[in-house]
């Protein structure tokens, strides 16, 4: 089940980056490795227009500054969320695999 983004308005959908609401794709902030579920559950995914995405070289896919931005900002909303003080980010560790902040 796919819970509400943790960066994302599900009510007033828009990219995150540009905010234009013209052809918008779902990106999870944490893919791969059977993260893609992790993140669908915790609401680590963002809405990214085509070209935020991947249909450019200003896309999260080939823009590793913008994909670890964005891997950050989630790592500190999902923190926030669960109430979260640990210097070491042992839990979202343990979630994710990495620390990203």
């Not at 995914?45 to 080939?62: I, R, T």
Request: hydrophobic fraction near 30%.
């Amino acid at each position: 089940m796919k819970k509400p983004s943790l960066l994302s308005d599900m009510s007033d959908p828009c990219c995150y980056v540009c905010g234009t609401t013209y052809n918008l794709h779902v990106h999870h902030c944490f893919p791969g490795y059977g993260r893609r579920k992790v993140s669908d559950r915790e609401g680590c995914w963002v809405y990214l227009c085509a070209p935020h995405h991947n249909m450019s070289n200003q896309g999260v896919h080939f823009n590793h500054e913008l994909d670890m931005e964005l891997r950050r900002r989630c790592q500190e909303a999902w923190e926030e969320r669960e109430g979260i003080d640990e210097p070491d980010h042992e839990t979202f560790i343990a979630l994710m695999g990495r620390n990203y902040l």
